[in-house]
Each structure stands twice: as structure tokens, then as C-alpha cells.
């Protein structure tokens, strides 16, 4: 039986960590005569004044503030089924540059601020009046520590041969950084934030082992698959392999799948997106599947094994990725000086695919028994010095409740991208694109 999970705004309900008394009788920004006010700004991990020159923090857009009697439910650390609903009684998300005003009696809360599996949960007093809330009171976690009221999500990485999405992870605080490299990752020798697993080796720390056991893939938030991963065109032909990637999906799993690894998403999932030819035989894998089922076949065993271009002007589309991104201030490809940045013209470079069309994907049925559709979204487009234009970052979300991110560029390769400090705007890009996919399914089909 197949129907849709109700869902309405961002907030995550009570499987993702809600107390039951969320917001308690919270006004959000009302007005409130003797009411406690209590502003801030959110943060990314290790992006707060004070961690980088000023000017040069990265807000948190969209995460949910509110206020609770008893600390929140835990996070659950394994994958998730999050639907979205309503917002808590008195909660509110923050702008684009992070900022929120949360009004509620005057009391003593547990204040919590999350985006995704990212929270900070801090017990304390409210009083009448206005309290502007510290940087490191509203800054994201960059470690698990649930005795602190911080969480962040569990992550495997497929570690790829040139994409070392680790190095852009290690910026926002999951592990130590020497230089511009990740050189002591958070959970290979302490709790399990992240997990390494290779192309070229056997045993339980393989990327054969992963696709091959859907129970080790439900121990994760999210899955990276950088370019490239290596999984030979024989495993990712295996539909029992297929069925586990969409079985992770279904359960709530985040995929975050780029260029020449393409096929990990595009063999599982072959209608959402068409991937390009690049004239030397590399093409868009065609087949079926069944939503429910989640068996399939595949009639086109595609690659996504395209050429190297940058796309020296490429656009956010989305207009809150725009808003959010056009007000930071960082480097770029062609100008190493921090400057703002231009959502609507910034380069984007190691695009590696190029995406032709989008197609709308019907996933199941409602309670109303009518077809729900996964309608894939484009979050940056840009093209080859004019030729094959087309979006560079692409999320769906198919039957289940998961979220597949696709993007024809790496975030880590090219010298350029290597030695710079800070983050380019494909690696904010990058930081905005892991909080959203975190986030809640908007239109969840419960398997």
C-alpha cells in the first residue's frame, strides 16, 4: 500500500527529535506585552565571527528555532524517515543571513536551533525583554555531542579518486585540517560522524561491501558517492545493489552524488535525469524500476563519464540559494580576492557531465488516490563556453523519503580549488545543498 506522509512547512516532526511540547505557547515575532525576545544569528559550523575574517562568515538560512518545557527527542543515528509539518507554536526559521527573533513568555527553555541532522540545543533562562544571542550560542555544531545538546549527521563517503569532498567537509568542522587537506577525520577512531569507504580495497571499509549491504547503508544520514568512486560497471548492473541504493532512499537516505560517479544515482534512478553524450560513447542509463517494489531492469548500462569544462558564468536559480549566496563575501576561481559574490554570474569549474533535461517522475499515489510526481529541481545552471547549457546541481526526491543531490561539478580536484583559503561559491554551494538535502521530505510517499 502506498500512500503520502502529510507534510506542510520545514519543521521536522517528532521521529526527527520535536517535543511533543514544541514552542510551548510561544508568539514567535508577535508583539507581546512582558513577553522574553530573543535574537540571534545562525551560523555554519566553524563559519561564526571570530573563526574567519569578518566578512567572511557563512549564514545558516532556513533553520528552525524554537523553545521547549524538556530537551527535544533525540536524533535518531541511523536513517530516518522525516517528514515535514508544521512549525512548532512559536517557531520561526531564520533569513538568508541567518538572523531570527523568537518572542515567548518569559521562562526557563530549552532553546534549540537545527537544519537538517545539525542541532544545538541549549538549556537556559528567558527573561522580558530583548537577549541578543552570542555567535557560539547559535553557531551549528561541528561535533557529536548529544551531553551538550550537539548533533550532526552521520555521513559515509565513497571516497573518490579526485573529488575529495572530505577536504570541504574538514572546513565546516568534521575533523582537523592541515592546511587546505582533511588530515584527522571526526569518527575514524571516536564516534562514527564519518566513515571512509574505498574503491580499492575488500572487506568492510569497501565501497563493494556498502552497496552490497543495505544494513551498513542505514547506519548513515547521508552517503557521498565524489567523483570518481570506482564501482565497477558490474556491481552497479546488479539490481539487488540498485534495490538497496533505493532502499536507503525510500527509508530516508540522502544521496549526494557527483559527475563521474553519476552512475551510482543514474543506474538506481534512470528517469529523473538525462545525463549527456560526450560524442566517445558515455551515455544516459536507461531502464525501469518499481516504486514500490523497488526492482527494476536496465535496458542501457549508461556512464557519466563526460569531459572537463568550466562554466565561467553560472547562475543560482533557486531564488533562496540566490538571496543566501549573494550576500557572502569569500574567493573565486578567477578572483582569489574576498569580494561578494554575484549569484547570477560566478564560475563554477571541474564540471566533469552536463545534464540535458529534467523529467518529471510519477512515485506513487496519495490518499486521495491520485499520482504524486517527483519533479527534479535545478539549484545552479551554467553551460560550456555557450555549448550544452543546462543545470550544474540537480536534487529529487523519489519514491520513499529521501533526497538524491546531483551535480555535475566537483568540489575538490582542480589546483585552483586546492590551494585557496575559505570556500569558492561552488563549495558554499556545496555547504547550502548538504543542509537543504538534510532537511525534511516535503512530499514523502511512506512505503
Same mark, same amino acid.
Given at each position: 500500500?502506498?500512500?503520502?506522509?502529510?507534510?506542510?512547512?520545514?519543521?521536522?516532526?517528532?521521529?526527527?527529535?520535536?517535543?511533543?511540547?514544541?514552542?510551548?505557547?510561544?508568539?514567535?515575532?508577535?508583539?507581546?506585552?512582558?513577553?522574553?525576545?530573543? =535574537?540571534?544569528?545562525?551560523?555554519?559550523?566553524?563559519?561564526?565571527?571570530?573563526?574567519?575574517?569578518?566578512?567572511?562568515?557563512?549564514?545558516?538560512?532556513?533553520?528552525?528555532?524554537?523553545?521547549?518545557?524538556?530537551?527535544?527527542?533525540?536524533?535518531?543515528?541511523?536513517?530516518?524517515? !522525516?517528514?515535514?509539518?508544521?512549525?512548532?507554536?512559536?517557531?520561526?526559521?531564520?533569513?538568508?543571513?541567518?538572523?531570527?527573533?523568537?518572542?515567548?513568555?518569559?521562562?526557563?527553555?530549552?532553546?534549540?536551533?537545527?537544519?537538517?541532522?545539525?542541532?544545538?540545543? #541549549?538549556?537556559?533562562?528567558?527573561?522580558?525583554?530583548?537577549?541578543?544571542?552570542?555567535?557560539? @550560542?547559535?553557531?551549528?555544531?561541528?561535533?557529536?555531542?548529544?551531553?551538550?545538546?550537539?548533533?550532526?549527521?552521520?555521513?559515509?563517503?565513497?571516497?573518490?579518486?579526485?573529488?575529495?569532498?572530505?577536504?570541504? %567537509?574538514?572546513?565546516?568542522?568534521?575533523?582537523?585540517?592541515?592546511?587546505?587537506?582533511?588530515?584527522?577525520?571526526?569518527?575514524?577512531?571516536?564516534?562514527? !560522524?564519518?566513515?571512509?569507504?574505498?574503491?580499492?580495497?575488500?572487506?568492510?571499509?569497501?565501497?563493494?561491501?556498502?552497496?552490497?549491504?543495505?544494513?551498513?547503508?542505514?547506519?548513515?544520514?547521508?552517503?557521498?558517492?565524489?567523483?570518481?568512486?570506482?564501482?565497477?560497471?558490474?556491481?552497479?548492473?546488479?539490481?539487488?545493489?540498485?534495490?538497496?541504493?533505493? #532502499?536507503?532512499?525510500?527509508?530516508?537516505?540522502? %544521496?549526494?552524488?557527483?559527475?563521474?560517479?553519476?552512475?551510482?544515482?543514474?543506474?538506481?534512478?534512470?528517469?529523473?535525469?538525462?545525463?549527456?553524450?560526450?560524442?566517445?560513447?558515455?551515455?544516459?542509463?536507461?531502464?525501469?524500476?518499481?516504486? =514500490?517494489?523497488?526492482?527494476?531492469?536496465?535496458?542501457?548500462?549508461? =556512464?557519466?563519464?563526460?569531459?572537463?569544462?568550466?562554466?565561467?558564468?553560472?547562475?543560482?536559480?533557486?531564488?533562496?540559494?540566490? #538571496?543566501?549566496?549573494?550576500?557572502?563575501?569569500?574567493?573565486? !576561481?578567477?578572483?582569489?580576492?574576498?569580494?561578494?559574490?554575484?549569484?547570477?554570474?560566478?564560475?563554477?569549474?571541474?564540471?566533469?557531465?552536463?545534464?540535458?533535461?529534467?523529467?518529471?517522475?510519477?512515485?506513487?499515489?496519495?490518499?486521495?488516490?491520485?499520482?504524486?510526481?517527483?519533479?527534479?529541481?535545478?539549484?545552479?545552471?551554467?553551460?560550456?563556453?555557450?555549448?550544452?547549457?543546462?543545470?550544474?546541481?540537480?536534487?529529487? @526526491?523519489?519514491?520513499?523519503?529521501?533526497?538524491?543531490?546531483?551535480?555535475?561539478?566537483?568540489?575538490?580536484?582542480?589546483?585552483?580549488?586546492?590551494?585557496?583559503?575559505?570556500?569558492?561559491? #561552488? !563549495?558554499?554551494?556545496?555547504?547550502?545543498?548538504?543542509? @537543504?538535502?538534510?532537511?525534511?521530505?516535503?512530499?514523502?510517499?511512506?512505503?
Amino acid at each position: 500500500m502506498v500512500s503520502i506522509a502529510a507534510c506542510a512547512s520545514k519543521r521536522p516532526d517528532k521521529t526527527g527529535g520535536g517535543s511533543a511540547d514544541a514552542g510551548v505557547d510561544g508568539m514567535g515575532s508577535q508583539e507581546c506585552v512582558g513577553c522574553a525576545t530573543v =535574537t540571534g544569528k545562525v551560523f555554519a559550523p566553524r563559519w561564526a565571527p571570530g573563526d574567519v575574517p569578518p566578512g567572511q562568515e557563512i549564514p545558516i538560512f532556513g533553520a528552525v528555532i524554537w523553545v521547549s518545557s524538556s530537551a527535544p527527542d533525540p536524533i535518531p543515528d541511523h536513517v530516518f524517515c !522525516e517528514p515535514c509539518i508544521d512549525a512548532p507554536q512559536g517557531g520561526v526559521l531564520s533569513s538568508h543571513d541567518g538572523s531570527f527573533s523568537l518572542t515567548v513568555p518569559p521562562g526557563h527553555y530549552f532553546l534549540t536551533i537545527q537544519k537538517g541532522q545539525f542541532r544545538l540545543t #541549549q538549556e537556559m533562562d528567558l527573561v522580558a525583554g530583548m537577549q541578543v544571542l552570542a555567535p557560539p @550560542e547559535t553557531t551549528l555544531p561541528s561535533k557529536m555531542d548529544p551531553a551538550h545538546g550537539a548533533w550532526i549527521p552521520r555521513i559515509a563517503i565513497a571516497r573518490g579518486n579526485y573529488d575529495a569532498v572530505e577536504d570541504i %567537509l574538514g572546513k565546516i568542522g568534521f575533523g582537523s585540517m592541515s592546511g587546505n587537506k582533511l588530515s584527522n577525520p571526526v569518527g575514524e577512531n571516536s564516534f562514527p !560522524e564519518i566513515t571512509f569507504y574505498d574503491w580499492d580495497t575488500t572487506g568492510n571499509r569497501s565501497v563493494t561491501y556498502l552497496l552490497q549491504n543495505v544494513a551498513e547503508m542505514r547506519k548513515y544520514h547521508i552517503i557521498f558517492f565524489p567523483c570518481s568512486t570506482d564501482a565497477d560497471d558490474f556491481l552497479l548492473a546488479d539490481q539487488t545493489v540498485l534495490k538497496n541504493i533505493r #532502499q536507503f532512499v525510500a527509508e530516508g537516505g540522502k %544521496l549526494y552524488v557527483t559527475d563521474w560517479s553519476g552512475e551510482t544515482a543514474d543506474r538506481a534512478f534512470p528517469h529523473q535525469l538525462q545525463l549527456g553524450d560526450d560524442g566517445f560513447g558515455d551515455v544516459d542509463s536507461e531502464g525501469s524500476y518499481d516504486p =514500490t517494489a523497488l526492482t527494476g531492469t536496465l535496458t542501457v548500462e549508461g =556512464t557519466a563519464d563526460g569531459n572537463l569544462y568550466t562554466s565561467d558564468h553560472s547562475k543560482a536559480v533557486d531564488p533562496d540559494l540566490a #538571496q543566501w549566496l549573494g550576500l557572502q563575501v569569500g574567493p573565486s !576561481e578567477i578572483d582569489p580576492t574576498p569580494h561578494i559574490y554575484n549569484a547570477d554570474d560566478f564560475p563554477v569549474t571541474d564540471n566533469w557531465n552536463w545534464i540535458v533535461s529534467l523529467n518529471d517522475v510519477a512515485k506513487g499515489l496519495d490518499m486521495n488516490s491520485q499520482t504524486v510526481y517527483d519533479k527534479p529541481k535545478p539549484w545552479v545552471t551554467g553551460s560550456d563556453s555557450g555549448q550544452n547549457a543546462g543545470p550544474l546541481a540537480v536534487t529529487y @526526491e523519489p519514491a520513499g523519503c529521501g533526497k538524491v543531490l546531483y551535480s555535475t561539478f566537483q568540489t575538490s580536484g582542480s589546483s585552483a580549488i586546492e590551494s585557496h583559503t575559505g570556500l569558492m561559491p #561552488q !563549495e558554499r554551494v556545496l555547504l547550502f545543498l548538504i543542509m @537543504e538535502i538534510s532537511s525534511c521530505t516535503q512530499t514523502p510517499i511512506i512505503l
